[in-house]
């Protein structure tokens, strides 16, 4: 598969959506909440004068996680700095820049953050930090794209722990639905996630079934986070921000030190 190289590789690319994104923010056109409508919306709509994350690939030559990615993000900000985050996006992407690595990078530190803020001496904290380091080891694999599943792996893995992922993943959402505190929600997310990327990062059937069993502990983990999470209002709202504070700093740390895409005949050539 070819690589992507951001804004085509072409300076004159980025610049022309950059400078339209700056005229959208001068005008407080980027809008929260808003996918895009009578000359406004959200970082993705005002990008593009579309709401489209799928155009983000041929019109930028940036795949579709990261505009989603991005759109998460800016929902989750204050207002005032979402709209500078969408200006900053931009800007901080290098033009042909390779950019596939940063989602397992940042996923390495997001989930190594949350497993640190939850270490403790409680059982359910410990089967919470299990399931996560499987997803961290996983992370770290596919940022150094060290090795590859072999579909009969892939097939066999999947066999063995749909079922009970499935159901670890429904019951840590029930328990995040069950609360409008930000840190019950956060905790209890942790531990879904960690099952579904437990799964997911199995290499093996001995793997597997370790997975299998972080999955069901950390259904378990979510359960017990209920209770134990609580929080007030205004506490909750400063720890959502405070995570996507955190996040957007260090998305565009990481967009900015990605490296530029070497062309197949290139790397051809240093084989």
């Known amino acids: 598969m070819e690589k992507m190289k951001a804004f085509h590789g072409d300076e004159a690319i980025k610049q022309k959506y950059l400078a339209r994104l700056k005229a959208h923010h001068k005008a407080d056109e980027i809008i929260q909440g808003k996918g895009w409508k009578n ?25 579709v996680w990261l505009a989603l990615l991005e759109d998460n993000i800016f929902e989750g900000l204050p207002a005032g700095e979402a709209q500078q985050f969408a200006v900053d996006f931009l800007e901080f992407i290098p033009t042909g820049a390779d950019v596939d690595k940063v989602q397992w990078q940042l996923a390495q530190q997001r989930h190594t953050r949350d497993r640190d803020r939850i270490l403790s001496s409680e059982p359910y904290a410990k089967q919470c930090v299990e399931a996560i380091n499987l997803v961290i080891a996983y992370c770290d694999l596919q940022s150094k794209q060290e090795s590859a599943k072999s579909a009969a792996e892939q097939a066999a893995f999947r066999s063995m722990t749909q079922e009970t992922v499935a159901r670890a993943a429904e019951a840590a959402w029930a328990v995040a639905r069950a609360t409008k505190a930000w840190s019950a929600r956060a905790h209890a997310r942790s531990a879904a996630e960690s099952a579904e990327s437990a799964a997911e990062s199995a290499w093996s059937v001995e793997i597997a079934e370790s997975a299998s069993r972080s999955a069901d502990s950390a259904a378990s983990a979510a359960r017990s986070a209920y209770s134990s999470f609580l929080s007030a209002a205004e506490s909750a709202k400063a720890a959502r921000y405070d995570h996507f504070r ?21 790397l051809q050539s240093l084989c």
Request: glycine share 6%; aromatic share 6%; net charge negative.
């Open 39 to 63: 000359g406004s919306g959200c970082a993705v709509g005002c990008t593009l004068d579309n709401y489209s994350h799928a155009a983000y690939k041929d019109e930028l030559d940036l795949p």
């Open 246 to 266: 955190w996040e957007a700093k260090t998305l565009l740390e990481l967009l900015s030190n990605a490296p530029q895409c070497l062309d197949d005949e290139l």
